[in-house]
């Protein structure tokens, strides 16, 4: 073999074999990136190399010329293939098994409550109704004085409350928002008032000392109580589908005159349950024509305006819907309760 040729090939197991063994030293990625460069740059020894081929005897040069090829083509390919390998390892793919089950994440949800209120909003902004929002921390004047209820009524004993000293106090119905809105707008209006209310009732079945209202009012001109009734079995006709019955009976309340108190026909049929008290019907909530006494204290004129207003209790709609037997459970957050809606 020609001299020169010789050296070459000589170089050729040197270079490969110094390689080899810095490739198998290598530990980052990083180790693995020099190397390329050590080797694979133009200034490298594999290309000084090619720079000797102009050098060798013509019909040496094809043989050298394919051996250097393949150093090349080795070295780069074992190159690429450790700088994978730190791809991999970081990725951890190798430890990945796309064949189990996946990992389960707890999706919460939105409170049957809430649902509810949702959409009890939703059917009454269909008919027209805009959404107000009330304060839970009222004054005195505008949870009792202003609805017609002065300080020492006897309907107070029934809205026993949380008095936070002074003029202040939880709100014991969502009606002081009534007030507000009239105090605020002038007619016509049409608002739906959703909210929490507190009493200071002892728990049980049907009675909690935090519950939740919608409060609703409409006063223009010719507002009739026909007008209220149509408005109440609608939303039950939307809430509850065609079984459902809508009764009124009398009823008083200091701020409505006349005053109802209505009830939904109970999901028991009338074959008599724990939640209707075996009367086939639940006590929604109160309702009547605002009374003129109301309208004079947001300066509204009786003789030109009438209006009607009702409440409704929500966890009372929730328990019909859902036929949840106590209203305990809907506050006590256990998720098998939870997790059936
Ligand atoms: N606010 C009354 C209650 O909580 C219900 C009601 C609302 C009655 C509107 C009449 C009109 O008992």
Not at 132 to 151: R, V
Not at 325 to 340: A, G, K, W
């Amino acid at each position: 073999m020609a001299e020169k040729l010789q050296t070459i090939v000589t170089q050729i197991s040197q270079i490969t074999a110094e390689f080899q063994r810095e490739l198998a030293g290598a530990e980052s990625r990083n180790d693995a990136e020099q190397l390329k460069l050590k080797y694979l740059s133009r200034k490298g020894p594999i290309q000084n190399l090619f720079g000797l081929l102009g050098t060798l005897d013509n019909q040496d040069r094809p043989q050298a010329g394919a051996e250097l090829n393949r150093l090349k083509a080795d070295v780069q390919k074992a190159i690429d293939a450790k700088i994978e390998s730190f791809y991999v390892e970081t990725a951890s793919i190798e430890s990945f098994d796309p064949s189990l089950p996946g990992q389960d994440w707890p999706v919460g949800g939105i409170h049957p409550l809430m649902v509810v209120m949702d959409e009890i909003k939703q059917v009454f902004a269909g008919m027209g109704f805009r959404i107000e929002e009330g304060n839970e921390i009222e004054t005195d004047y505008h949870n009792f004085e202003a609805l017609n209820i002065p300080p020492h009524h006897p309907s107070r004993d029934m809205h026993d409350t949380f008095y936070l000293g002074g003029k202040y106090l939880l709100r014991t119905h969502t009606s002081p928002v009534q007030i507000h809105v009239m105090e605020s707008q002038k007619p016509p209006i049409r608002m739906i008032a959703p909210g929490k209310c507190y009493r200071k009732d002892t728990p049980d079945a049907s009675h909690s000392p935090m519950f939740h209202q919608v409060e609703g009012l409409c006063v223009d001109k010719g507002v009739s109580f026909a007008d209220l009734k149509g408005v109440v079995q609608a939303f039950a006709l939307k809430m509850f589908g065609r079984d459902v019955k809508v009764r009124f009976r009398p009823g008083f309340f200091p701020f409505t005159e006349p005053s109802a108190e209505y009830d939904f026909s109970c999901f028991c049929k009338g074959k008599g349950c724990r939640v209707c008290k075996n009367t086939g019907w639940l006590e929604i909530s109160g309702a009547g024509m605002v009374d003129p006494a109301v309208f004079g204290f947001v300066d509204y004129d009786p003789k030109i305006y009438s209006g009607y207003a009702f409440g409704m209790g929500v966890e009372r709609i929730a328990m019909l819907k859902y036929e949840i037997p106590d209203i305990r459970i809907i506050y006590e957050n256990d998720l098998r309760f939870l997790e059936q809606f």
